[in-house]
């Protein structure tokens, strides 16, 4: 096996493995809690492949591209709502320790209830459905601690969306233009939040701190993102920044 097929995401029979990075142990850490509370839409941990890859349980289902059309409707929508904050609930009493390394930061501040080891990266393409219903949540790399808004706001660019009308009919799967506001109350609703005051703040927020994470992981020599950024990919961020900019006002 050569070092660029060590690089990638590999299925083998009802596994997958994948390269460990340095905030592996961290991320392992957690999906153990997951499995200990019951929590059934994370992959399970089996260790670490004769090649240094994690070994992880595979769910069998719908993700990546496929996961955009699925958000669509209101039902989906209200699903990948209450998927998230299903995960929330599970992981609110799960202390790492105080040295645990995420990609992004360590676990520095104290915890409370509005406080948890957030996913980082909960899109439609990291949920896997059968039909319209989601079972899983994959790709855990930027798992981080931070408030539940942050796992909300990111999840909102993708599912109001922030994005223009022309990308949401070509790309996202919308038969027409979606009214953004209301997907957002549909969403925050499903959530279990009772005020959408501030989300559109939150998702700039979000946005913004995307663009020095993915700046830093490829310094850091980080794939894809070293990858990304060399072929330009901050001045795609920064031009959905500020399209989110120029139209808050469909979301509020």
Not at 107 to 130: I, K
Not at 217 to 237: H, M, N
């Amino acid at each position: 096996m050569t070092d660029q097929d060590l690089g990638r995401v590999e299925r083998i029979d009802d596994t997958v493995h994948r390269p460990a990075a340095p905030w592996t142990a961290a991320v392992h850490g957690l999906r153990r809690h997951l499995e200990a509370v019951g929590y059934e839409y994370a992959p399970r941990v089996l260790g670490f492949d004769e090649h240094g890859r994690e070994v992880l349980t595979w769910i069998d289902g719908e993700s990546g591209p496929d996961g955009w059309g699925k958000v669509v409707d209101d039902r989906g929508l209200i699903a990948f709502a209450r998927l998230l904050r299903d995960y929330h609930d599970a992981v609110a009493g799960y202390r790492p320790p105080a040295t645990a390394r995420w990609s992004t930061s360590t676990t520095a501040e104290p915890f409370g209830d509005d406080r948890v080891v957030c996913h980082g990266d909960f899109g439609p393409w990291n949920t896997v459905w059968r039909g319209d219903r989601p079972i899983g949540i994959i790709d855990w790399d930027h798992a981080r601690a931070a408030a539940r808004l942050h796992d909300v706001a990111y999840a909102l660019e993708y599912a109001a969306p922030f994005r223009d009308d022309a990308e949401c009919v070509r790309w996202l799967r919308y038969p027409q233009p979606p009214d953004r506001r209301r997907r957002l109350e549909v969403f925050a609703g499903a959530y279990g939040l009772t005020d959408t005051a501030g989300l559109a703040d939150a998702v700039l927020t979000v946005q913004e701190a995307g663009i020095e994470a993915v700046r830093r992981l490829a310094e850091q020599g980080q794939e894809p993102q070293a990858t990304w950024v060399a072929e330009g990919y901050l001045d795609e961020l920064r031009s959905r920044v500020a399209w989110s900019r120029a139209n808050r006002h469909l979301f509020e």
